[in-house]
Each structure stands twice: as structure tokens, then as C-alpha cells.
């Protein structure tokens, strides 16, 4: 079976070397088993004949008899257009062609039946359809009726004469051969618990379906068969990890007593304490912990962070912290080390910027196991940076390095791999954490520390900008200070940046007696912190800023944010920057600006925005709105390729195959039994990815 679907595809009749190679560069079909999979992502209703009078705007497409009685040519230069009168005896409409006029004018004549198809659009009183597909009436196409399968091609294809319908041509040629080579991959069981179709009719009714019915039981079929061997992948993984990598045994809980009795600033959260519980079971237990701790911004992953830290370093282990960016790096440097100092703890900062001499030194006390926590940037994972024995490994926003650069770290005890503890503010939709980290433990700290008040979201359009201005001067006469945040998007950052300096000016005149900071990117670092600091000592009211503070600045004073052309943000970028805000006792503030003219996506993240202040909700619209794709930097995984199913629209089919695997690798976690032979086969041949994420996180 594999070998007939590794065949190159420009062994498949009609394809040859040119067109073989436009397919594998346009749309990566290198095989027959590349195009088999290349499913159609609509199907056109070609199950009936309409008749002009039954015709409706409101209809996607119509398919209708008739013939065209004349043609004649309307307009001049760019609007030139040909308009061909259509008639099926029950009224009349007009097919017109702005492009091809020529060639439509040789093709189609007058007086001979045509089959037409396309979309209607009403003018007046008449119908139209511009560029209707046509073609003259056979014997063979005029009771033809069926589901018309469209496939996704690239404008290049399109220019080389490869269509949908070429690709259609393609697929109903390889089906010919194809069938007897296809096997089935899921058990008898599981087939008849969910009513699935076999694997061979599922492909042959997902490219050439008989009926609506067929069609929707195919797509059922192949959609839990993909996730169900996603889903048996990541599992199957988290398995063998827990037999194959045992972990230092880190139970020793003195410290964490003492830092308890007299140390721990604030009563910790029902949510803080459930998530350190399910932190030391894994820490304890002897096998190495690979666990992703959800939290939204706020919620008090820090303090979270410390007391897993200080439970390594009572069992005798070093530990390690690693942020994205220095600002946050030195952001958890100062969080944590007064509670280090309490508990005289050795730590230390490194980063891009930290001195060669001071590099020597804790060079030095790393090896030797005098320093206990390391905080710092990509700087950690650079070769002279050896541990004694780093027993736990704290990875913050985990999401903006890639693969390799965490892989690393966790080499950095060459005797037994370190515990993982992956932190991220960014909400994961619970689909995408059980596709993308399934392999994972998760935990989740879903409460905010008790005092704190929920930010109140506002949207005002820029017509509104004297009232708020006036809303912002009053909070400055309270004490408070103001964040002003414009979007610098890379591709047109010299607009962007006029944009800033323009918003600045106009925020100096609307308050020329309040001490304004601006920070942006293109600023030197040194720049930047000087005027964070004197924003955080409270020097300036007014920071107006780019997304550099998106993660980074804590400022409790700080209890407004105005975020400029909201619209040009995406729903976690928006929670990620509101949740600078509220970090004190009083009310805190975030105002949405935006222009009047919305489009419907960017309406709903303004209303999402101001209904809730929960980060999964947010995640699961920006999930609906923007897709897997775009989020968490998923393309990562290599897990996320799905063909045919959708994780926003198939949540029951991808609880049900999480579900499936979970109980196949309960009873059989080596699939050895007969009836597991075929998944064991489909897992051998499944292309994994070429590392694998539950090893590294």
C-alpha cells in the first residue's frame, strides 16, 4: 500500500515531469499520496436544474438549461464588456464576459442548447451571471447530476491552464488505481461504535460523492481518523516519555515550609495552591515532568514559579529561568530575587548585555553549584553555560522560542534531564492545548489573587477623543498614570513610527503641563529603560508606547491604558496589553480607539473585548476569528498539518478520538494486540514530526 502511494506523482496519467513539478512547488503534491489527500474545501450544487424563474440573489450558484439568442458589446476601454442574452422559455437573463470576449465570441453560438452555472446577481428587474462556466448539452451531461468537488490552487496553476477541474480530472484518475491499494487503519470496533464509513468509500465519496448524505458521512470518517492518530501520537508519546526519562527526585519541602511560615508575602489562590500540589506530585515522583501551567496576566505565575524553584533547590538541584525578551528577564530578576534574598539564595541575571566579567563569575559559580537560580534570556542556552546539576528548567512565554533553542536547555544535565515547566500568559483554547500540547500535563491558574478588580473595557470611537481625554485627566489629577499604546506593525514601521511621534505631539498639547515617556523598538535599550524607570518611579504620567511593554513593564500606579487603532491588533495581543493594567488595589481602565468604519471581525474582538476579561473565552473567539494558524505559533508542532479536520468546528469529533486513543493505549500501550496490528502499522508510517515536542515541551 505505502509504496503504490509513494509513487511521484508525475507517474499519474495526465500529470508528466512539467506539470508534476508545477504541483509539487505550488501545492507540495509530491506523491500520489499527497493528491489523494488533497480534499476539496467546498462542493458545488450541481444536483439540479433551476429555471430562470425560480432564479434568487440569495442562491450561491444556479445551474440552468437554455440557449442564447444574441450577443452584443457594451462600454468602452476598461469597461468593455460582452453581454450574451440567455433564455430557458420561462424568462430571459444575461451572461457577461469582461475578459475571453473573443474567445466566447468563436466558442458559443447562438440557437445551440447550453448547460450554464455560476452565481446570480440581480439588476432591476433581470438576472445576470459574469464568467458563467457553459458548455454545450450531451447526452452525457444532461441528466448528470452531482456535487461539483472545488480544490484550493494557486494563481500560477490557474495562468498554467490547472483549474479545479483539472485537479478533479487528476483525482478521478487516481481513484481508478487507487481503491485496491487502499487499506483500512481503524479497528472493527471503533468502525462500528461511531458508524464510520470504510476507509475506501470515505475517499472515493470525498472526491466524487454521490449525495449530500455520503458526502457529510465521508468527512465524519476521515476528520476522526486524522485526529484519532493525532491524538494517539501525542499520548503514545507522553507514554513513552514516562517510562524512558526518569527525573531527579526533588521532595525535600524544608524550604518551601519555612519561605511559607515566614516569608510568603500574601495568601496564595485555591488555584496557586492546586497547581503547586500538582507540581510537586510530578516533582517527586521520578520521572521527568514536562508540564505547560497556564495563567492569565496577572494571575500570579511568578510567586508560582518561586516555590517550585525553591523545591528543587531544598532537594540539592540548580534551577534556571528563562524569559524571551530582556526586559521580562530582568522584570522576574527583580521579582524574585527579594524573595531569594529572604531566603539567602544565590541568583543571578544573564543576559545579552551583562558584562564579560560578571559572565566569568557566575560561569564559575554554576559550575561549581554555588549559584542556585539562574535568570535570563537566550543567553542560558549558549555552550559555556554548564550547570553542576540543573534540576528544574522554568521557560516563560514559551511560545517565541523555537523548538531547537528549548531542546538546549534541556540537554544542560548530561546525567538525567531536567523537570520542564512551561508558563505561558497567553490562554490556550482547551482544542488547540489538546492538539498542540497534548502530550503535555497541563495546569491551569484560572483565579486572580483576591483584592483585585476586574479592568473595565471601553470602546470609543475617535470622535470621542476630548471626552476621553478628559476621563484620562482626571485619573492623572487622582494620581493615577496613563499608557497609550499605538500598533508598530514591521512591514510599514516608517508610517507607523510617524504615526507614534504624530500621537505624541498630540498627547503633549492636550496635556502640555504632564511629564510624558515614549518607549518604541527602534529606541537603543539604554533609551528604553531609562525611560521605563522613570515611568515606574512615577517621573512621567503618561508613557506612550509601542507593543514593547506587551510583556514586560509592571507599573501597580499604572490604571489606565489607551490602546490607538485597536482594530489593527488581534484579540490576545489586545488581553496580553490590558493585562499591564490592574495591577494594584485601585479600578483600573482600558480604552479601545478606533475609526467608525469596522469590518465584522474587528467589531467582534471590540464587543469580545468588553464583554469578558477571561483569556479563554477571548482565546477560543480569536481561535474562531483567526484559526489554529495564527495562534501560539502552532506551525511549530508539525502536528497541526491537518488535511481535512478543523479544530474550531470538530471540538465532539476530537474529544471522541482523544477519548478513542486514551483507552487504546490504556490497554495496550505498545499496540501489540491483533487488533491494534493495523494502528501499529499507520503509526510506523505516520511522518512525526523531527523532533519531538513532548521530549522538549
Same mark, same amino acid.
Given at each position: 500500500m505505502a509504496a503504490f502511494f509513494d509513487t511521484p506523482i508525475e507517474y499519474l496519467k495526465g500529470v508528466g515531469p512539467q506539470r508534476a513539478a508545477m504541483l509539487q512547488k505550488e501545492l507540495q503534491i509530491f506523491?500520489?499520496?499527497?493528491?489523494?489527500?488533497?480534499?476539496?474545501?467546498?462542493?458545488?450544487?450541481?444536483?439540479r436544474f433551476y429555471t430562470i424563474a425560480e432564479t434568487d440573489e440569495a442562491m450561491p450558484h444556479v445551474q440552468i438549461k437554455g440557449r442564447?439568442?444574441?450577443?452584443?458589446?457594451?462600454?468602452?476601454?476598461?469597461?468593455?464588456?460582452?453581454?450574451?442574452?440567455?433564455?430557458?422559455?420561462?424568462?430571459?437573463?444575461?451572461?457577461?464576459?469582461?475578459?475571453?470576449?473573443?474567445?466566447?465570441?468563436?466558442?458559443?453560438?447562438?440557437?445551440?442548447?447550453?448547460?450554464?452555472?455560476g452565481k446570480p446577481a440581480r439588476y432591476g428587474r433581470s438576472f445576470s451571471i459574469a464568467h458563467p462556466e457553459i458548455e454545450p448539452i450531451t447526452g452525457r451531461n444532461e441528466d448528470a447530476r452531482f456535487l461539483q468537488p472545488v480544490y484550493s490552487i494557486s494563481e500560477k496553476l490557474r495562468s498554467r491552464?490547472?483549474?479545479?477541474?483539472?485537479?478533479?480530472?487528476?483525482?478521478?484518475?487516481?481513484?481508478?488505481?487507487?481503491? #485496491?491499494? %487502499?487499506?483500512?487503519?481503524?479497528?472493527? @470496533?471503533?468502525?462500528?461504535?461511531?458508524? *464510520? +464509513? =470504510?476507509? &475506501?468509500?470515505?475517499?472515493?465519496?470525498?472526491?466524487?460523492?454521490?449525495?449530500?448524505?455520503?458526502?457529510?458521512?465521508?468527512?465524519?470518517?476521515?476528520?476522526?481518523?486524522?485526529?484519532?492518530?493525532?491524538?494517539?501520537?501525542?499520548?503514545?508519546?507522553?507514554?513513552?516519555?514516562?517510562?524512558?526519562?526518569?527525573?531527579?527526585?526533588?521532595?525535600?519541602?524544608?524550604?518551601?515550609?519555612?519561605?511559607?511560615?515566614?516569608?510568603?508575602?500574601?495568601?496564595?489562590?485555591?488555584?496557586?495552591?492546586?497547581?503547586?500540589?500538582?507540581?510537586?506530585?510530578?516533582?517527586?515522583?521520578?520521572?521527568?515532568?514536562?508540564?505547560?501551567?497556564?495563567?492569565?496576566?496577572?494571575?500570579?505565575?511568578?510567586?508560582? #514559579?518561586? %516555590?517550585?524553584?525553591?523545591?528543587?533547590? @531544598?532537594?540539592?538541584?540548580?534551577?534556571? *529561568? +528563562? =524569559?524571551? &525578551?530582556?526586559i521580562l528577564a530582568q522584570q522576574h530578576y527583580q521579582n524574585l530575587k527579594r524573595h531569594a534574598e529572604k531566603m539567602q539564595l544565590p541568583i543571578a541575571l544573564l543576559t545579552g548585555s551583562t558584562k564579560k566579567a560578571e559572565r566569568k563569575v557566575i560561569h564559575q559559580y554554576l559550575r561549581d553549584g554555588t549559584l542556585k537560580i539562574l535568570i535570563g534570556t537566550h543567553a542560558l542556552l549558549e555552550e559555556e553555560v554548564q550547570f553542576k546539576s540543573l534540576g528544574l528548567a522554568i521557560i516563560d512565554e514559551q511560545h517565541r522560542f523555537g523548538v531547537g533553542q528549548r531542546s538546549?536547555?534541556?540537554?544542560?544535565?548530561?546525567?538525567?534531564?531536567?523537570?520542564?515547566?512551561?508558563?505561558?500568559?497567553?490562554?490556550?483554547?482547551?482544542?488547540?492545548?489538546?492538539?498542540?500540547?497534548?502530550?503535555?500535563?497541563?495546569?491551569?491558574?484560572?483565579?486572580?489573587?483576591?483584592?483585585?478588580?476586574?479592568?473595565?473595557?471601553?470602546h470609543r470611537y475617535d470622535s470621542h477623543r476630548l471626552q476621553v481625554n478628559g476621563f484620562l485627566r482626571q485619573q492623572i489629577e487622582a494620581g493615577r498614570q496613563v499608557y497609550v499604546v499605538?500598533?508598530?506593525?514591521?512591514?510599514?514601521?516608517?508610517?507607523?513610527?510617524?504615526?507614534?511621534?504624530?500621537?505624541?505631539?498630540?498627547?503633549?498639547?492636550?496635556?502640555?503641563?504632564?511629564?510624558?515617556?515614549?518607549?518604541?523598538?527602534?529606541?537603543?535599550?539604554?533609551?528604553?529603560?531609562?525611560?521605563?524607570?522613570?515611568?515606574?518611579?512615577?517621573?512621567?504620567?503618561?508613557?506612550?508606547?509601542?507593543?514593547?511593554?506587551?510583556?514586560?513593564?509592571?507599573?501597580?500606579?499604572?490604571?489606565?491604558?489607551?490602546?490607538?487603532?485597536?482594530?489593527?491588533?488581534?484579540?490576545?495581543?489586545?488581553?496580553?496589553?490590558r493585562g499591564r493594567v490592574g495591577r494594584g488595589a485601585e479600578q483600573s481602565y482600558c480604552i479601545l480607539m478606533t475609526g467608525f468604519k469596522l469590518g465584522a471581525d474587528s467589531r467582534e474582538?471590540?464587543?469580545?473585548?468588553?464583554?469578558?476579561?477571561?483569556?479563554?473565552?477571548i482565546a477560543e473567539t480569536d481561535l474562531k476569528l483567526r484559526g489554529p494558524g495564527d495562534l501560539m505559533g502552532t506551525?511549530?508542532?508539525?502536528l497541526l498539518d491537518l488535511h481535512i479536520a478543523d479544530l474550531v468546528k470538530d471540538q465532539q469529533i476530537l474529544q471522541a478520538a482523544r477519548e478513542e486513543a486514551t483507552i487504546v493505549l490504556s490497554s495496550d500501550p505498545e499496540l501489540r494486540l491483533p487488533e491494534h496490528s493495523m494502528l501499529r502499522t499507520q503509526m510506523q508510517t505516520r511522518k512525526g514530526s523531527k523532533v519531538s515536542w513532548s521530549q522538549i515541551s
Open positions: 506523491t500520489f499520496g499527497d493528491l489523494i489527500q488533497h480534499y476539496p474545501f467546498r462542493y458545488e450544487d450541481r444536483t442564447l439568442t444574441q450577443f452584443r458589446t457594451e462600454g468602452s476601454g476598461h469597461k468593455k464588456r460582452l453581454v450574451g442574452a440567455f433564455t430557458d422559455g420561462t424568462g430571459t437573463m444575461e451572461l457577461v464576459w469582461f475578459q475571453g470576449m473573443q474567445w466566447v465570441l468563436d466558442k458559443i453560438k447562438p440557437g445551440v442548447d447550453y448547460i450554464v452555472f491552464y490547472v483549474d479545479s477541474k483539472q485537479i478533479f480530472r487528476l483525482q478521478q484518475e487516481l481513484l481508478t488505481h487507487a481503491s #485496491a491499494h %487502499i487499506r483500512e487503519n481503524l479497528p472493527d @470496533s471503533l468502525l462500528k461504535k461511531y458508524r *464510520l +464509513m =470504510a476507509k &475506501t468509500d470515505a475517499m472515493r465519496q470525498i472526491h466524487i460523492p454521490d449525495s449530500h448524505e455520503q458526502l457529510a458521512e465521508a468527512q465524519r470518517r476521515l476528520k476522526f481518523e486524522e485526529l484519532f492518530f493525532v491524538q494517539l501520537q501525542l499520548l503514545r508519546m507522553k507514554v513513552v516519555r514516562h517510562e524512558k526519562f526518569k527525573g531527579l527526585v526533588l521532595s525535600d519541602t524544608s524550604m518551601l515550609t519555612d519561605f511559607y511560615k515566614n516569608h510568603l508575602p500574601f495568601t496564595l489562590t485555591d488555584a496557586q495552591k492546586r497547581v503547586i500540589r500538582e507540581i510537586y506530585q510530578d516533582l517527586k515522583s521520578g520521572i521527568q515532568m514536562n508540564r505547560l501551567l497556564q495563567g492569565d496576566v496577572g494571575s500570579g505565575k511568578t510567586i508560582v #514559579a518561586f %516555590i517550585c524553584l525553591l523545591q528543587a533547590i @531544598s532537594s540539592g538541584a540548580q534551577t534556571a *529561568l +528563562m =524569559a524571551p &525578551t530582556e538546549r536547555l534541556w540537554q544542560k544535565n548530561a546525567r538525567v534531564y531536567p523537570h520542564v515547566l512551561v508558563m505561558t500568559a497567553t490562554p490556550i483554547p482547551r482544542t488547540l492545548a489538546m492538539t498542540l500540547y497534548g502530550d503535555l500535563d497541563i495546569s491551569v491558574i484560572d483565579e486572580l489573587p483576591k483584592g483585585r478588580k476586574p479592568i473595565k473595557t471601553l499605538y500598533p508598530l506593525i514591521e512591514e510599514s514601521s516608517k508610517l507607523d513610527l510617524k504615526h507614534l511621534m504624530d500621537g505624541y505631539e498630540s498627547i503633549s498639547r492636550a496635556f502640555p503641563d504632564v511629564a510624558i515617556s515614549i518607549v518604541h523598538g527602534k529606541m537603543k535599550p539604554e533609551a528604553k529603560d531609562f525611560e521605563m524607570a522613570r515611568f515606574k518611579k512615577g517621573e512621567t504620567k503618561i508613557m506612550v508606547a509601542t507593543t514593547v511593554i506587551e510583556v514586560g513593564v509592571d507599573v501597580p500606579n499604572a490604571s489606565v491604558m489607551v490602546i490607538e487603532n485597536a482594530e489593527r491588533f488581534g484579540l490576545s495581543q489586545l488581553h496580553q496589553l474582538r471590540m464587543d469580545t473585548m468588553v464583554r469578558t476579561n477571561n483569556g479563554f473565552e506551525q511549530q508542532s508539525g
